[in-house]
């Protein structure tokens, strides 16, 4: 769209502007605007009818707000100018996806680095060391009361059947459906990790823990 965009305010002229820069979009942008041009072009010359066409080739918001400019351009040619500021917003936007992303999968990392510590609790005798280990020494004989024991040490309380990490009362990580299995020397544990989502977005982000 930011080639597209650049080439109309320059020109004025938006099928001027879809020819000049037909070759350097991928697709399937290409694709939609070849058949623009068609229909401009051998079909029909109704600006209004042919934008109205591009914006049904895909339901994506940002898309269906950027034809809705052009078409109302037709009527003002002076509104192009105003496509620059709707680039900046969508960038922006991008920008801001991208930002919530990493912040939400560096909590979860956070969480996963945190529980793989609480959970390190092994059923080998010979673990039972400082110079070895870096939980609780004295290892209950039973698994989920170890776990338990390892929740609290680093900060975790009960509620109902979740486990809540809070910081400055505030809900930090919330362990959910928490499942433990012992098979051999091997402890497996299973839960569901929820945290709230970053910035303004509210809500909160659920993932599996395994």
């Not at 623009?36 to 934008?51: E, G, K, P």
């Not at 909590?107 to 039972?128: F, G, H, P, W």
């Not at 959910?176 to 509210?202: C, E, H, W, Y």
Request: glycine residues 6%; aromatic residues 10%; negative net charge.
């Amino acid at each position: 769209m930011g080639i597209v965009t650049n080439a109309y305010i320059a020109s004025g002229d938006f099928i001027q502007a879809v020819e000049e820069s037909l070759h350097l979009l991928p697709e399937p942008l290409i694709g939609w605007f070849r058949t623009f041009l068609t229909q401009t072009q051998l079909v029909d010359a109704s600006m209004d009818r042919a934008l109205e066409a591009l914006r049904r080739q895909c339901s994506n918001r940002w898309w269906q707000d950027w034809c809705g400019i052009l078409i109302q351009c037709q009527v003002d040619r002076q509104l192009r100018y105003v496509m620059t500021a709707f680039l900046i917003l969508l960038v922006c936007s991008l920008a801001l996806v991208v930002y919530s992303v990493a912040i939400t999968y560096n909590k979860y990392l956070q969480a996963q680095n945190d529980l793989e510590r609480v959970l390190s609790v092994s059923v080998d005798e010979q673990l039972r060391n400082d110079h070895i280990r870096d939980l609780l020494v004295d290892v209950p004989n039973t698994v989920p009361q170890a776990v338990e024991n390892n929740l609290k040490a680093y900060g975790w309380s009960p509620d109902g059947t979740d486990w809540v990490k809070t910081s400055d009362g505030t809900e930090r990580y919330r362990l959910s459906d928490l499942q433990i299995t012992l098979s051999g020397n091997d402890l497996m544990v299973r839960a569901k990790v929820s945290f709230p989502s970053p910035g303004s977005l509210g809500g909160s982000v659920t993932s599996p823990f395994h």
